[in-house]
């Protein structure tokens, strides 16, 4: 494609189209106020008092009227290419729009039947947002379609990518909050193209949504010269695609045109990689999108300038129960929608927007990758024992526990070749681990020189200087179904602890979810340990993630700490679901304690080859915690000779209800 930064608003749709588009955005639009606001008369076949408006709003605007824009357009690219779409949005507090799209599509409904696509579904709708008992402000793990959380920010582009890894056939749609963009996860995950093979790999279109401002302030990339802007996203190596504008019929025309510039790009990219006529890296598209901040919402509110600025980011109206300026201010707004227009006298939505949906597993909220546990494959593993370190007597000879482990790791990525990785920040050779470059590469599209060492295209190892990246890669690969390790050094790994707190909590939550199937555990190996780093000095002396771990409910983390090779074996051969497990061993010449038998014998609880002689002992002291019993809300049965070996030991590597 040629060097395009914009469009010019031709007319890619037709009249009626565009009528139909706009009446959807604002159907949308309509459902998240309603969220934010209302109680009870949820179509305004009343006038709106006092009792019908939440007594304490919460929830957040402005980026939602974008948010929903959107959505509404990339349904009509999946409709019309038949597309595999899923929608990850940055700005998660605009949570309100895409459980809005969820019910328009009829996905909610399929998914919590007690909230209806009629009036009385709708009051409940809006009633549970925000809400004590109901669902959070954000995107969370109850919305459908979701795989990122986004109450904290700077994750959502290096989750999109660990979705796209491995999954040819999906477009990952990728929405970046210009505040998010000052985020220095954010700013380094730009760097994930150079990462993404088009001839194995899926895609993402990053759309940068430009509305401003943050909570109190403008943002950095809304305020900087255009050019400027634009010559940094070339920089990461993008093709910058940009639409602007706050008339609704020209931005309507304008994003039409640009998801299609940007649809018939990566389709093109793809099929030249595909079928071999280049190698070289491409030039991705992206599309950045200037709209207002809270578009569509009030203008003015008590004299100050709203819409457009950073007051409308969260309530714009925030005293719409006790105060009626406000109150008859906020009828105005939700009517400006003409709701009449686009539910029926049932509350159900209209029949002709009804069809401007995709249908079935085509939904955004109703695709599979975004609910990867519905398409996680076993691993194929290799029995561990057949790479056992002979152990005649304990504590006579040494090895290095993790270069046993590489052995293993290498089968194993040869064996799962299109639902495995290896992540690591540039230690994967140094964690000892190096045995697994005898059958694979690491991750490289960019150029290379000679004396570069076992960089490849298809690699299945993937090493950033960036846990962050690490380990939001691994999240959005697990989160889509998929399996992995992220390797690293145990007084760095510190550095995501907030994203580890915030994946421990989307699988607590998702465990109470009957509909969110399990996917595969998050596994640390932490290396280079406290233990043996007084040559670096205290810079290299951290074991403080564990404590982190350790302050997770028992059901979501395990924390192992293997003595030897064959223990580190034993714990490796992991089967688990909806777990964080976190081992730390040693990679230099250590002591050998105890042979593959006597490591079976005492592997902790939950342990899951089910090849052991007996349940093990209770209180492993190599693992934490001790067995506890299971206080999961669904049923998951574990293979039929686990259960058979330890059918009452539901913690550890394999979890099930009893």
């Given at each position: 494609m040629?060097p395009q930064?914009?469009t010019?608003a031709?007319?890619?749709l ?9 009446k959807?955005?604002?159907?949308a ?8 606001y209302l109680?009870?008369?949820p179509?305004?076949?009343?006038p ?6 939440k007594p ?17 357009h ?5 409709r ?5 779409v899923i ?8 949570g ?7 019910y ?11 909230i209806?696509e ?7 709708l809006?009633?549970q947002f925000s ?11 109850q919305?459908p ?7 904290e920010?700077g994750?959502a ?9 491995d999954n040819?056939?999906?477009?990952v749609a ?10 220095g ?5 730009w ?9 194995v ?5 990053p759309i940068l949504h ?5 909570i ?9 010269p255009h050019?400027?802007?634009?010559s940094?996203?070339r920089?990461?190596g993008?093709r910058?695609?940009?639409?602007a ?7 309507h025309?304008?994003l ?10 990566i389709?093109a ?15 991705w ?12 919402g009030p ?26 300026a406000?109150?008859?201010?906020l009828?105005e707004w939700?009517r ?8 029926d006298?049932h509350?159900?939505?209209?029949a002709?927007?009804?069809a401007?949906?995709p ?5 955004m909220?109703?695709?599979?990758h ?6 996680l ?6 029995d ?6 002979p ?10 526990a993790?270069?046993v ?6 089968d194993?990525?040869t ?18 681990l190096s045995a697994?470059?005898?059958t ?14 076992g960089?490849?295209r298809d690699?299945r190892v993937?090493?950033?200087l ?5 380990q ?10 998929r ?5 690293c050094?145990?007084a760095f790994v ?5 994203m580890l ?5 989307w699988l ?7 509909w ?6 998050l ?6 340990h ?21 302050n ?6 395990r924390?192992?700490l ?13 089967r688990?679901?909806?777990y964080v ?17 006597a ?5 902790p609880?939950?342990?899951a080859?089910g ?5 093990p002992?209770a209180?492993p ?7 506890v019993?299971?206080r ?25 209800s009893?």
């Open positions: 040629s930064t914009s010019s031709p007319a890619i037709s009249p009626d189209e565009l009528a139909l588009i706009d959807y955005w604002r159907a639009n309509y459902l998240s106020v309603g969220q934010i109680l009870d008369n179509l305004l076949t009343e709106l008092g006092a009792d019908h408006v304490r709003l919460l929830g957040h605007w402005g980026t939602t009227p974008g948010l929903n824009l959107l959505y509404a990339l349904n009509r690219i999946i019309n290419r038949d597309a595999n929608y990850v949005t940055g700005p998660g507090h605009g309100p729009g895409l459980v809005a799209n969820a328009l599509e009829g996905t909610y409904t399929e998914v919590y039947s007690g209806g009629n009036t009385e579904g709708l009051r409940k809006f009633r809400f004590p008992g109901g669902i959070p402000s954000h995107v969370a793990a919305t379609g979701s795989i990122h959380e986004g109450g920010l994750y582009l290096v989750h999109a990518y660990g979705a796209a890894f040819p056939d999906l477009v990728c929405v970046i909050g210009d505040g998010e963009a000052e985020t996860p954010l700013a380094a995950s760097h994930s193209n150079k990462f993404l093979n088009p001839a790999d899926g895609a993402v279109l430009l509305n401003g401002y943050k109190a302030n403008p943002t950095v990339l809304a305020r900087i050019l400027e802007l634009e940094l996203l920089g990461y993008y910058p695609i940009i639409v504008g706050d008339d609704p019929a020209v931005v025309q304008e039409a045109a640009a998801l299609d510039d940007a649809f018939d790009d389709a990219i793809q099929r030249a990689a595909r079928d071999g006529s280049t190698a070289e890296r491409p030039v598209p992206m599309i950045v999108l200037r709209t207002p901040k809270g578009w569509t203008k003015v509110v008590d004299g100050k300038q709203v819409e457009g600025t950073w007051r409308s980011h969260q309530v714009p109206l925030a005293e719409t129960h006790d105060n009626p406000h109150r008859a201010q009828e939700l400006s929608y003409a709701p009449d227009e686009l539910f006298g509350g159900a939505l209209r002709e927007l009804r401007l949906a249908t079935g597993t085509r939904r909220s109703a695709n599979p975004a609910n990867g546990g519905v398409l494959r076993e691993l194929d593993l290799p561990f024992r057949d790479y056992a370190v152990v005649e007597r304990p504590a006579t000879t040494t090895h290095e993790t270069r482990l590489g052995t293993f790791l290498r194993v990525i064996r799962n070749p299109d639902r495995f990785r290896l992540m690591g920040p540039d230690e994967t050779a140094s964690n000892r697994v470059f005898e694979t590469g690491k991750v490289w599209m960019s150029e290379t020189e000679p004396d570069d060492d960089l490849a690699g993937m090493e950033v960036s846990e962050h990246l690490c939001g890669w691994l999240e959005g690969y697990l989160l889509t179904g399996h992995g390790l992220f390797n050094y145990e510190h550095i995501v602890d907030s707190n915030q994946h421990a909590k607590a939550t998702s465990r109470e979810l009957p969110r199937q399990p996917i595969a555990s596994n640390y190996l932490l290396s280079s406290v233990w043996r780093q007084d040559h670096n000095g205290a810079s290299h002396q951290d074991p403080g993630f564990i404590d982190l771990v350790a997770k409910r028992a059901e979501i983390s924390v192992y293997p003595p030897d090779g064959n223990t580190l074996l034993s714990v490796a051969d992991n688990s679901r909806d497990n976190v081992i730390v061993a040693g990679k230099q010449p250590a002591l050998a304690y105890l042979d593959m038998d490591a079976i014998a005492t592997a609880a939950g342990w080859s090849s052991g002689p007996a349940p002992p209180n002291t190599w693992c934490w915690p001790a067995p019993t299971s999961r809300r669904r049923p998951w049965p574990p293979p039929t000779s686990c259960a058979a070996n330890y059918p009452t030991w539901p913690c550890g590597w394999s979890t099930w009893t």
